[in-house]
């Protein structure tokens, strides 16, 4: 399978694909709002920072306890079940005169939910396309991101300036109510991926399975830490041009959805491992120029270059999932983005830290500098990994 005209023919691929492109937009919109809505209350660049990344610090607490549901639950089930509690959490953030502590508590406590939804959906998405359909499958899904992005971005902005900060919260409930139709009604009920009931042992367990392998760790660290710096620059957005942060996200996701299609669907494999460092400097580099004054126009364009270099993810996950046991694969990818949403919530605090102490600007530079230095500091490993997962494909 080597064409999106091959993946749309699936049934299943369309149902789960429309339900994540509706709660994506939820997610942009209502975040915005958030973030928008501290801001204003309190004027703090780290406070706004966490209304917007700040639920994937519950990430590591469900990636240590939660995860091992990702593979021992009905997928359908557990989607639509995510889908309705992020709907009454959203609903609950909508409440006039929500107390700060309230509303950080329901931020955290959604994240705790989500942290067993990515495993649930890219293990169900192992099932529904064939294995070396996979990488292509997420490329359509990054590509998602970007376009979703840019909607409930837009979304999110216009509702906020035509109506209000809590009233874009309510339309992201429906939205999220929406996207748990679609999966009721658009997805085959399957059977959970592996035996036995969710626990935190077991969740332990495989946690130590999977990150008992030097190659793993380093594909891992690769995919979580330069990203998570990067978001960190995002989460300042707000402060950094009050009045055109919605640009600026739009402009990312732009560059987000130009890199996943180049990488996801014409970049050959023999090619992949060698563009992992490239792209991962790219990610960087543009915005060390933040440091200068810049125009909106020109800071959009470098956030846009920039955030093609978030594809690099998409060739890891295919060095990855060649080290991964099929009966690992919902908890090892869930492992993965919970990881990857955490580390992105420790970007934003450590750039909301930073930002209370120098320009905004420069502060998103400084995350730049040590996304630079992780990457080059992981390059040696990865070659390693590269080399790992060859071998891997070779014995299959």
């Not at 990344?53 to 607490?61: I, K, N, R």
């Not at 909607?151 to 996207?179: F, M």
């Not at 299609?261 to 992992?276: D, E, M, N, Q």
Request: charged content about 10%.
């Amino acid at each position: 399978m080597r064409t999106y005209g091959e993946l749309f023919r699936i049934p299943d691929f369309r149902s789960l694909l429309a339900a994540s492109a509706v709660q994506i937009a939820a997610t942009m919109a209502s975040g915005l709002a958030l973030s928008t809505l501290v801001y204003a209350a309190t004027g703090s660049p780290l406070l706004a920072a966490l209304a917007l990344f700040g639920s994937s610090f519950a990430q590591v607490v469900g990636a240590t306890t939660l995860l091992s549901a990702a593979d021992r639950l009905p997928p359908r089930t557990a989607l639509v079940a995510v889908a309705l509690l992020f709907a009454v959490g959203t609903l609950s953030l909508a409440a006039p005169r929500m107390p700060l502590l309230a509303m950080f508590l329901i931020i955290f406590s959604l994240g705790l939910v989500n942290s067993v939804t990515g495993g649930v959906r890219w293990g169900l998405l192992g099932e529904i396309v064939p294995d070396d359909a996979y990488i292509l499958a997420r490329s359509v899904f990054n590509m998602l991101v970007g376009v979703m992005q840019i909607i409930g971005y837009a979304l999110g902005g216009a509702l906020i300036a035509v109506l209000s900060p809590r009233q874009a919260l309510l339309v992201s409930a429906g939205l999220y109510l929406v996207g748990a139709a679609i999966v009721r009604f658009g997805l085959t009920a399957r059977a959970p991926r592996a035996t036995g009931r969710p626990s935190v042992r077991e969740t332990w367990r495989v946690n130590r399975q999977l990150w008992s392998l030097p190659a793993r760790r380093h594909i891992y660290l690769a995919l979580w830490v330069p990203n998570g710096l990067i978001v960190g620059c995002q989460a300042l957005y707000v402060p950094y041009a009050p009045a055109s942060a919605g640009v600026l996200f739009m402009a990312t996701a732009l560059g987000m959805l130009a890199g996943d299609t180049i990488v996801g669907r014409f970049v050959p494999r023999r090619l992949r491992s060698r563009l992992v460092t490239p792209l991962r400097l790219l990610l960087a580099a543009p915005i060390l120029l933040f440091v200068l004054p810049l125009p909106v126009p020109v800071a959009a364009l470098l956030l846009a270059v920039a955030a093609a270099g978030f594809s690099a993810g998409l060739l890891l996950q295919d060095l990855l999932i060649a080290l991964i046991p099929d009966d690992m694969r919902g908890q090892a990818l869930g492992l993965h983005t919970s990881g990857l949403l955490t580390m992105q919530a420790v970007g934003a605090t450590i750039a909301g830290l930073v930002a209370q102490f120098m320009p905004i600007g420069a502060a998103m530079s400084v995350m730049a500098i040590a996304s630079l230095l992780v990457t080059l500091v992981l390059t040696p490993a990865l070659r390693q990994a590269v080399t790992a997962s060859r071998v891997e494909r070779v014995a299959a």
